[in-house]
């Protein structure tokens, strides 16, 4: 077994703190990576804490991983020692079933394995990435360019490929009216690709002093969710909505905005049921859909696209002993954007 260190939450009342634990010895097809930087994601708060079901303790949270490659098996073809790769939301899957077949392995329907809180083929569970090491199968690692800052990519594998996902699957592009509702981790990345697929993006908030920060962002227009008369005003004027809030929140106001066969994208995955009138959606033939993460072919085709385009994203790098404060500052919404974790700080 190999040693690791990192920070682990030991149960759902507990704050995350300083854990020793060991790592599966490399297989044949495995690669380790010395971690160098973790995002940290609202899913890490929500898990940790058991607010979505019951997890599996000691929890050591993570889904947004990069680093250099330290090892690797004797049959790996993808990398070798000394390049950059990341991991994201899964790190294993059947590869036999549908879903996997057609590059959707996060939806795995017969043994996914999620990169912390859950349990792996060998039966040990699953740590995540706030920790100095990792041993991942070579076909969950994507390739990560040098050309990018490191630190910032690292929200890519789950806020980027989140949202990135929903909009290349739906098409929206030059011409259409993207409405992003929340400017957080999720809906920073979602501004961010919308506007390199052309879309006319308008930033909806509850706050106005989000307005300057989407202008920053390159977004065309700021609405105010609290202005009735703003809302009333963009009745009917998006072809899509991502919507990226993940508090409870009543989406009925946002669902009047929409175009006839207009599109509403949930991503930000608030732990209340929504409640929707069925007229709502039948006048004007509307859509609510949802959206999880990326499987592995898109979301390398995420990173290349990136990459291409120099997209990141924008980040606070922090130290692992400050992670309680920063959930704490997270659930307040006072981040911009993303926390990342320097793991030379583990």
């Known amino acids: 077994m190999i040693q690791a260190k ?12 300083p ?52 090892n690797v098996g004797l049959h790996v073809k993808k990398f070798s020692i000394g390049h950059l790769g ?46 100095n090491t990792i041993v991942v199968n070579e076909d969950f690692v994507h390739h990560i360019s040098e050309k990018l800052d490191l630190a910032a990519v690292a929200p890519l594998l789950c806020a980027g ?15 259409d009216k993207l409405a992003v509702v929340g400017l957080g981790g999720l809906g920073h990345m979602g501004v961010k690709f919308g506007v390199a697929f052309g879309a006319d993006v308008t930033v909806i908030s509850t706050s106005p002093h989000k307005e300057a920060a989407a202008r920053e962002l390159c977004a065309h227009h700021f609405l105010l969710s609290k202005d009735e008369e703003q809302m009333r005003a963009a009745t009917r004027s998006f072809d899509f909505i991502l919507d990226t809030v993940a508090n409870d929140h009543d989406i009925n106001p946002y669902l009047n905005t929409l175009k006839t066969n207009g599109i509403y994208i949930n991503v930000g995955m608030p732990a209340k049921p929504w409640e929707v009138s069925s007229f709502s959606l039948a006048t004007g033939n509307k859509v609510i859909a949802g959206s ?34 920063a959930y704490n500052r997270m659930l307040k919404g006072d981040v911009k954007y993303r926390f990342v974790i320097d793991m030379k700080t583990l």
């Open 6 to 17: 990192g920070y682990a939450a030991q149960t759902a009342e507990t704050p995350l703190a």
């Open 19 to 70: 854990w020793q634990f060991e790592r599966r010895d490399l297989g044949a097809h495995d690669v380790q990576i010395e971690i160098l930087y973790c995002g940290v994601c609202h899913t890490d708060i929500h898990l940790t804490r058991n607010e979505w079901f019951p997890g599996i303790f000691p929890m050591v949270p993570g889904h947004e991983i990069v680093g250099r490659i330290s």
């Open 86 to 131: 990341g991991v994201g939301v899964m790190v294993d899957s059947c590869r036999e079933c549908e879903d996997c077949k057609r590059g959707q392995e996060q939806f795995c329907t017969v043994s996914p394995v999620q990169t912390y809180n859950n349990i792996g083929k060998d039966g040990l569970p699953a740590y995540g990435g706030y920790s």
């Open 161 to 175: 490929i989140t949202t990135y996902s929903p909009l290349k699957r739906w098409k929206a592009g030059k011409g």
């Open 292 to 325: 999880g993460a990326g499987g592995l072919p898109e979301t390398q085709e995420m990173l290349d696209f990136c990459a291409e385009h120099n997209i990141v994203s924008d980040i606070e790098l922090i130290d692992i002993k400050d992670i309680q404060t």
